[in-house]
């Protein structure tokens, strides 16, 4: 069993210096190298079907592409400013509900000129972080289909990679064309993905990739597709998440089958890596990076925005961004496994509250039956 200080590089998980503490050097480099260690495995048992659920998502990837060129409606003009004043409204309304007194910090001579920029400031940061997420997803994939030992599997892997490339495509071209370019990669969103890619075993992939990066996304396209006013976004994350949500659900498929042969000890080394991944993913929504841009101090502003010293997800937002990755880890058995020992860990980041809401294979089956139900009522099904 591993320490704090031996994952996370500190052994207090909720240190707030050691946290900002971490910055990103290498900002202004356009490539970034991690080793792939893992091996290639070829297989020559090409039975199509043996997994029946992977073989159906794999039917119904085929079936659901879609172009970001031709399907998303490019000539909808985004008025930045309007649309970042709603939420700037939103969070000015929500500061005052709260009682959130300004007196003696950074932000006392804060006027609506100020907060525009914060609320622009904060969806191009999101957006960016969305991107980078996705390339990240683009490059594990492809290592999924290159290390994973079923062919039902790699079949399916192999239309993710497209719908990531894809993911990646048009959420570039919303950054690039509607608003000012992109943010940088969060230091610890970067950190998490190289230690995706850099392990050697292919479940780790899955896990750290299909299960918790996919899994955060999940939530937080949805929750930004409600409460985002601009119709294209809205667009674009309708299309993203209809492929998120078959993405999660092929992970829990492919790991529950190969989790219930594992050891105890094989069982923690997951759980770890889901805790240590658990923290990379909350410790990025500190948003240092928008703090910096706009002059304010950042720990002066992370521990006014109802972040405590100790840096607790208190704030229910960040809380539901959770709420995709703690009932998958459940049903794959990573929460009891060891007396309960992710869970214990989840308990600190404040989010096992969600642990017996409805995993994302669930969500899936009845997400795609609504959908059949649908077309068959519409005349487009048998």
């Not at 597709?225 to 993405?247: C, F, G, I, N, W």
């Not at 529950?256 to 594992?262: I, R, S």
């Not at 989840?346 to 795609?368: H, I, K, N, P, R």
Request: glycine share 6%; proline share 3%.
């Amino acid at each position: 069993m591993s320490t704090n200080e031996e994952l996370l590089g500190r052994a207090d998980v909720n240190d707030l210096d050691a946290i900002l503490a971490m910055t990103n050097t290498e900002i202004d480099e356009a490539i970034h190298t991690v080793r792939d260690n893992a091996p290639a495995i070829f297989t020559w048992d090409y039975e199509k079907g043996k997994r029946p659920q992977l073989n159906t998502l794999y039917e119904k990837a085929k079936h659901s592409q879609w172009n970001g060129e031709t399907d998303l409606d490019w000539s909808i003009e985004v008025d930045v400013e309007k649309f970042a004043q709603i939420m700037a409204d939103m969070q000015i309304a929500g500061f005052a509900e709260q009682g959130v007194d300004f007196a003696g910090t950074p932000f006392e001579k804060f006027g609506p000129k100020e907060w525009l920029q914060v609320a622009m400031e904060n969806q191009q940061w999101s957006l960016s972080q969305f991107m980078h997420g996705e390339q990240g997803a683009l490059v594990c994939t492809a290592k999924i289909v290159e290390t994973v030992p079923w062919i039902d599997a790699k079949y399916y892997a192999a239309t993710q990679v497209m719908d990531e490339a894809r993911h990646v495509e048009v959420f570039a071209k919303y950054l690039d064309t509607k608003l000012d370019g992109h943010y940088p990669i969060n230091l610890h969103l970067r950190m998490l993905l190289d230690d995706i890619i850099s392990d050697d075993r292919w479940d780790m992939t899955y896990l750290g990739m299909q299960i918790m990066v996919e899994g955060l996304a999940l939530a937080a396209f949805g929750m930004a597709m409600q409460t985002t006013p601009d119709p294209l976004l809205k667009q674009l994350l309708r299309y993203v998440m209809s492929d998120e949500a078959r993405h999660v659900a092929f992970g829990v498929l492919s790991l529950k089958e190969f989790y219930e042969g594992l050891s105890d000890k094989e069982m923690m080394e997951r759980q770890e890596f889901a805790f240590e991944a658990a923290v990379r993913m909350r410790d990025r929504f500190l948003q240092q990076e928008v703090w910096e841009r706009m002059g304010v101090d950042v720990k002066a502003a992370v521990k006014l925005f109802d972040v405590p010293a100790e840096v607790k997800n208190q704030d229910p937002f960040q809380q539901l961004l959770f709420s995709k990755i703690v009932p998958n880890c459940k049903k794959l058995g990573l929460l009891d496994a060891n007396d309960g020992w992710l869970r214990k860990k989840f308990d600190v980041l404040g989010v096992s509250q969600f642990e017996d809401w409805a995993d994302t294979g669930e969500e899936y089956l009845e997400m795609d039956a609504v959908s059949q139900d649908r077309l068959a009522a519409a005349g487009e099904v048998g």
